[in-house]
């Protein structure tokens, strides 16, 4: 995103000012600006419906009148005497053919790229896992803290999946499963204790005997997660400097039995996320050396800081 | 002040109509299509078409239909305690190859080494590292490394599996090591060590086996020195130097800053004397007498020539200059003389602040190198004697009386470990026949090398990085060597192997910890030596001389006269490639030479007067084409055909040959090493006491061949625009802004250069409301050395491209080092340039970007989104730095596609990609990259201080260029904190100093340089130089 370091704060209010104050095209209501922004949202989704509409009927009326005027000029050119040749029908008619191709071409164009933006993205992907793990049953109905686990989200960029023996400090005690009935996302009924016992089978514990008898083996569980090799993502930045929710990202977590995508991990999704949130700009001192921001907080010309206005959607803060 | 001419080879200075056209182009080739004024005026627009139109439906349709792959993630089983992924851990080592010293911190992530730097914790190197430390890690990850201990089956065999067997336990071969080598002398052959307690293991060891001995061969010798010194002061050891205390330093061909014993101590200690304080500007001066051009040489205030055989007559003259009551033989060179005098002048001006050192391997002048500091007053002000250097301990001699030995059959066991005379022996052919004769033979050498193959036992040794070690660089000054990695291959520790064999059921690692914690006293503390890297006495102590007791007088006589005809032969070693130990090394081939720009060869470097008699047709675009004429070289019954490399400042009657090439076949050396160049130790010879790396009476002659050789000195050029400042201390001192004089112009564009040099009315105000990051590069302390290049090869997943692709200048570095000369083309001056993308503030790669993959960070970072990049490379045109380097190819398997993968130097082996740095992307094919300031390393810094809630001190955030500078030439940091160095730097401490490159095109660059100031008497001045400039703009 180019910053425009030339533009004073006044002179972006008064462009968004501006931008606000043209009426929206079509049938806008009036007190448009001052709707809350899922009715925006809306709204200018009715817009498209709308001039999809109008459009399509104006289509019609000009086909119907390019009929109409050729038939005119056929009757004018009978009347007049010319000898005119056979019309072709429309299906074998240039232009018509041409209008057609043009259209495809448009359609086909937009859902093929949408498609390839699309590719690498997996919103909602839910695999099934080697073990039938349950966020529901661990965070939800037995709160343990995501940060018992994923610790690592606190230190490093990667969250990281715990490893064994961070289970095990439970799960040496908790050797059945007591809680509500689990079932699959196709309802198929889950054996809560057997799982376990898969764990068990893995890290090589004989909870009769109560000591590890085998060498453990890894879980090689299915990654849900992923963002391209472009992207340098870090959870200890969002999670310590930024102070934000696991949930933010990885929706209700808490209340999934099998863990799915949230959200899209698209860019404009980060972008919009850094475009809205504020930083903790007076809480954290290493922001104390924005002083034109911090006086601006103090003459009261804003209120808060956004990740975008300290830099946050510059492409080098995640792509190097 | 008038400004110089600098030229970055002949073609510039003479101007050569080859050069004029080739700096038209900014990229050297066309593209790979036909060019036509229309798309149906070409030749074949229907199969054109045809082609494209299959291209794109193919690539579409791979493209839409590759499935998202299924990934895993499979986390520890029981995570180790000090290993987060993600998250670097550092461990203490230190590099010891060869007898160097470099104490090293390491970086790993994951549990692989991917970078090193220096410790900082050491007084001796004070963090300072080279190009081949830098290196180092990327030896760890060679594919080309035994992977596993066996025995020999003798060279007939075509491929390595077949000629070592696989033992699979080295029990096994203990047990017939140690049955074969019972009760027989054995000789424990090794390069230079300075690890005490392996020393004290190699002792027991040799003690099991009575009549055994350990002899130490160095494949550049520094016995000269070290007999030299037995006879002066009683010692057979080398002195620790203290450069930093010299206000005059005299060279007699030693290249310190490059490959002299231990270069990155010294460059650390002589940069600390050429750097400027703008309040009282002073700095040493150094004289420089050398046959070739050497990196030390470039970068001397006084620089004279002579032939390799006058070395001692040059010793001496300087001696008598001195009143050392010697003769001197006589010189013919009256400029060669007129250096001697003022050397001598300088020398008597400043005495206690001298040093003298020498690069002869001549117990003679050696012994005359002595006399001369003694009389100078070095011993205890710029020499220590108290303190001695373990650096290099071969005695020629040993070796000699060695091959005599195995020759005559009364050598019962030999065992290598970490050389390779069957390489580098003068006498190559006479050690091969000795070594066949001798009954067993063990090798502990890493690959299988020339040596190597004539051994019947193949124990490969573990990388210095996935060993247990210590050191001892100086008396009393230890670092300590731990893994940082678990061995990648079925290797053993060498130690091991002896301890083995003397009975010794201790693990080597307890071994050495049962040492330390003895000498110690406990275990914390040796767990607080293995953190820290380094154990060193109290500072404070004294330095210390010694008695000089040798006769310089008999050793003046001894020094044979000076030949006066013909061409003499000098050896050289590379800055990147040394004595040719860690060639096999594609950072350290593609690095360009400081001196000839060269990559990936050796090459015979010769003045451009003599180029001129061999008859070869040389030719206008001789320097522009990479094509060189090759010339056979003989000297002492031996030859060689290399490649014409025309060096300005060599001295007309010397070839010069660097050491370290023609290595044996690629599949047992490595792709990077094998079968490049040709060998030059044969040169070398046995002059009864040492090894000489001269020859008289060398013959070359044309052979009519032609050879490509990868250079990058004509790689983008700025066709004469002033990129250089300089001027002289003396000049410096009277009128401290004469040297930015220049810059007052600017002053024409408005009270705020900056501001109001501008097409758009009001000026463009940049506003960076938190850091601005900004550099500066002092001229002065950049030696050229070529650290930083590989520094940032290393940090930044730089790509190898291999020698075809840099001869069609398509080298990758982010980071080059410009080598300019000036003035006389026999004697130029030398100036050295870092140049690196400048981050400028107005930017005009950005401006023309039409996908906008390249603009400005509100930091000040231009910032460069390879996947937003669609490769127009008119960023790169556009760029009047020259920085921005387009991927031609795939260099690293980064492409969607398969099969587009250009590797000649196994970089993209599974094992060598352990190397990279997991925080950079590698780039694919088609896009632009360029130095981005190690931007992660500075999230990285800022990431720190957010999560500590504190503001980022100055210093936090640091390039790997700066970290790995020698000389902290480079200063980096936030230019918006007014305590920051590279604030202080700007405005107050070198405002005088200071320009930017190319200011006047108000590109606003982030990067500064400070002009370099010579030591000299006065700069001779190209007449009309400033004309032609005044007449370029």
Not at chain 1, 27 to 40: L, N, Q, R
Request: hydrophobic letters at 35%; aromatic letters at 10%.
């Amino acid at each position: 995103m180019t910053p425009f370091p030339e533009l004073k704060d006044e002179d972006i209010d008064n462009i968004l000012a501006y931008v606000n104050s043209v009426p929206a095209p079509g049938a806008a209501k009036p007190g448009a600006d001052s709707a809350a922004a899922g009715e925006v949202q809306e709204e200018s989704g009715s817009n498209s419906l709308l001039f999809g509409v109008i459009t399509l009927i104006l289509a019609i009326v000009a086909v119907i009148l390019m009929q109409i005027n050729s038939n005119l000029n056929k009757l004018a050119a009978e009347k007049e005497g010319h000898e005119r040749l056979e019309p072709v029908p429309f299906y074998k008619n240039k232009a018509y053919i041409a209008l057609g191709i043009l259209i495809l071409f448009v359609i086909g164009g937009y859902f093929t790229i949408q498609g390839a933006i699309g590719l690498g993205r997996q919103q909602n992907y839910m695999p099934e896992q080697p073990i039938f793990y349950s966020h529901k049953v661990h965070a939800g109905i037995n709160q343990i803290n995501c940060l018992y686990c994923h610790s690592s989200a606190e230190k490093s960029k990667h969250a990281m999946i715990p490893s064994e023996n961070v289970c095990m400090n439970c799960h040496k005690a908790i050797t059945e499963y007591t809680g509500p009935e689990l079932f699959t996302a196709e309802g198929k009924k889950v054996n809560g204790t057997a799982e376990i016992q898969k764990l068990f089978d893995h890290v090589g514990w004989d909870p009769k005997a109560g000591r590890y008898t085998k060498p453990g083996q890894p879980i090689e569980w299915t990654k849900i997660h992923s963002l391209p090799d472009h992207v340098y993502f870090n959870h200890s930045q969002h999670v310590v400097a930024g102070k934000v929710q696991c949930q933010t990202c990885h929706g209700d977590i808490q209340q999934m039995d099998e863990v799915k995508q949230f959200a899209d991990l698209s860019m404009g999704w980060c972008v919009n996320c850094h475009r809205t949130t504020k930083v903790q700009f007076t809480e954290n001192n290493y922001y104390s050396i924005f002083e034109k921001l911090h006086n601006d907080i103090k003459e009261n010309k804003i209120d808060s800081v956004t990740v975008e206005m300290l830099g946050g959607t510059e492409c080098q803060k995640c792509h190097y | 002040m008038e400004q110089k001419k600098y030229w970055k080879g002949l073609e510039e200075l003479h101007n050569t109509a080859a050069h004029q056209e080739a700096v038209k182009n900014e990229f050297r080739e066309d593209l790979p299509f036909e060019e036509s004024d229309s798309f149906l005026g070409a030749t074949t627009p229907r199969r054109d078409f045809l082609k494209y139109l299959g291209f794109t439906t193919a690539a579409a349709t791979i493209a839409a239909s590759c499935d998202i792959p299924v990934k895993k993630a499979i986390p520890y089983v029981n995570k180790p305690q000090d290993i987060t992924p993600g998250v670097p851990n550092y461990y203490a080592s230190a590099y010891t190859v060869d007898g160097e010293y470099v104490p090293l911190v390491v970086k790993t992530r994951e549990g692989r080494p991917i970078k090193v730097e220096g410790n900082e914790m050491s007084t001796v190197t004070e963090g300072s590292n080279t190009a081949r430390v830098q290196a180092s890690v990327l030896g760890l990850y060679d594919v080309a490394r035994l992977r596993y201990p066996g025995i020999n089956n003798g060279p007939d065999k075509e491929s390595l599996e077949e000629r070592v067997k696989e033992i699979a336990l080295f029990s096994e071969l203990d047990k017939q090591v140690t049955a074969a080598i019972t009760g027989k002398p054995v000789v424990l052959l090794t390069a230079t060590i300075i690890s005490p307690t392996t020393k004290k293991l190699i002792g027991e060891f040799l003690a099991k086996y009575p009549g055994s001995r350990h002899i130490t061969y160095d494949a550049v010798s520094y016995s000269g020195m070290l007999l030299a010194n037995e006879q002066s002061y009683g010692k057979r050891a080398l002195p620790s130097y203290h450069f930093e205390n010299a206000k005059v330093v005299v060279s007699l061909g030693a290249d310190f800053l490059g490959t002299w014993l231990n270069p990155s101590e010294y460059s650390r200690q002589y940069g600390k004397n050429r750097k400027i304080d703008a309040k009282k500007p002073e700095m040493s001066k150094h004289f420089h007498f050398e046959s070739m051009m050497s990196l030390t040489g470039a970068n001397a205030d006084e620089r004279y020539t002579h032939r390799p055989s006058e070395t001692g007559a040059v010793a001496l003259g300087l001696l008598a200059a001195l009143g050392g009551g010697v003769t001197a033989p006589a010189l013919v060179d009256a400029r060669l003389k007129e250096g001697i005098a003022k050397a001598a002048k300088a020398i008597q001006a400043n005495p206690g602040k001298v040093l003298v050192v020498s690069g002869s391997n001549d117990v003679n002048v050696q012994i005359i190198v002595n006399a001369i500091n003694n009389l100078a007053g070095a011993n205890g002000t710029t020499i220590d004697w108290a303190v001695t250097s373990n650096y290099r301990q071969g005695i020629d001699a040993e070796m000699e009386q060695l091959v005599k030995d195995m020759n005559a059959g009364s050598v019962g066991a030999l065992l290598v470990h970490g050389v390779n005379p069957a390489y580098d022996y003068y006498d190559a052919k006479k050690f091969v026949d000795g070594i066949k004769k001798v009954g067993v033979t063990v090798s502990f050498n890493d690959r299988y090398d020339e040596t190597t193959q004539y051994c019947k036992y193949i124990i490969p040794d573990h990388h210095f990085l996935e060993s247990w070690g210590d050191a001892e660089g100086r008396t009393g000054y230890y670092a300590f060597i731990q893994p940082t990695i678990a061995p990648l291959f079925k290797t053993r520790a060498f130690q091991a192997s002896l301890l083995s064999w003397s009975g010794n059921t201790t693990a080597w690692e307890d071994y050495l910890k049962n040492e330390w914690v003895a000498k110690l006293g406990s275990q914390e503390a040796w767990d607080k030596a293995l953190q820290d890297g380094v154990i060193e006495p109290a500072a404070g102590a004294p330095l210390t001389g010694a008695a000089f007791t040798a006769d310089a007088g008999s050793a003046a006589t001894a020094i044979s006269a000076p030949k006066t005809g013909g061409m003499e032969l000098v050896l050289y070693e590379k800055v990147a490639i040394g004595n040719g130990k860690e060639a096999n090394n594609p950072w350290l081939q593609e690095m360009p030479d400081p001196i000839t720009r060269a990559t990936w060869d050796n090459y015979a470097c010769v003045s451009n007067t003599v180029a001129k008699t061999f008859k070869t047709e040389l030719g206008d675009n001789y320097e522009i084409n990479a094509e060189r004429r090759v010339l056979k070289i003989t000297a002492k019954g031996y030859s060689v055909e290399l490649p014409l490399m025309i060096v300005p400042g060599i001295h007309p009657d010397v070839i010069a040959i660097a050491v370290g090439y023609g290595r044996g076949k690629k599949q047992f050396i490595g792709k990077a090493a094998g079968e490049i160049g040709a060998n030059a130790y044969p040169f070398a010879s046995f002059n009864g006491q040492t090894f000489s790396y001269f020859a008289t009476d060398a013959k070359a002659e044309a052979t009519g061949r032609k050879y490509p050789v990868g250079l990058t000195q004509t790689h983008n050029s700025y066709e004469g625009r002033p990129i250089i400042k300089e001027t002289t201390l003396d000049a410096f001192i009277k009128n401290p802004k004469e040297v930015n004089h220049d810059r007052e112009h600017l002053a024409h564009y408005g009270e705020d250069f900056r501001n109001d040099a501008t097409l758009y009315t009001g000026g463009t105000k940049f506003e960076y409301p938190g850091i601005k990051w900004g550099m500066s590069i002092d001229l002065n302390s950049c030696f050229g050395c070529g650290a930083c290049v590989v520094a940032c090869t290393a940090e930044n997943n730089v790509s190898v491209v291999g020698k075809e692709q840099v001869v069609l200048a398509h080298e990758m570095h982010w980071l080059r080092i410009d080598r300019y000369f000036a003035g006389d083309e026999n004697n130029p001056e030398v100036v050295f340039q870092p140049m690196l993308c400048q981050h400028c503030d107005n930017a005009p790669c950005e401006n023309v970007c039409p996908v906008a993959a390249t603009n400005h960070s509100s930091e000040g970072l231009n910032q460069m989104a390879y996947n937003r990049c669609i490769g127009t490379r008119y960023c790169a045109n556009n760029c009047p730095y020259k920085v921005r380097r387009f991927n031609w190819r795939d260099w690293n398997g980064a492409d969607s596609f398969e099969g587009n993968l250009h590797d000649t130097a196994d970089m993209n082996d599974a094992i060598t990609r352990m190397v990279l740095n997991p925080d950079v992307v590698v780039r694919s094919r088609g896009t632009m990259e360029k130095c981005s300031f190690c931007v992660q390393r500075l999230q990285d810094a800022k990431l720190a201080a957010k999560k500590a809630g504190r503001p980022m001190k100055d210093g936090e955030a640091r390039t790997a260029c700066q970290q790995a500078c020698a000389t902290d030439a480079i200063v980096f940091g936030n230019i918006n904190d007014k305590d920051s160095r590279i604030a202080k730097v700007r405005n107050e401490e070198q405002t005088d100093r200071l320009y930017y490159v190319l200011e006047e095109t108000h590109t606003l660059p982030s990067i500064n340089y400070l002009a370099k100031i010579r030591n000299k008497d006065a700069a001779p001045v190209a007449a009309g130089a400033h004309k032609e400039e005044k007449a370029h703009h």
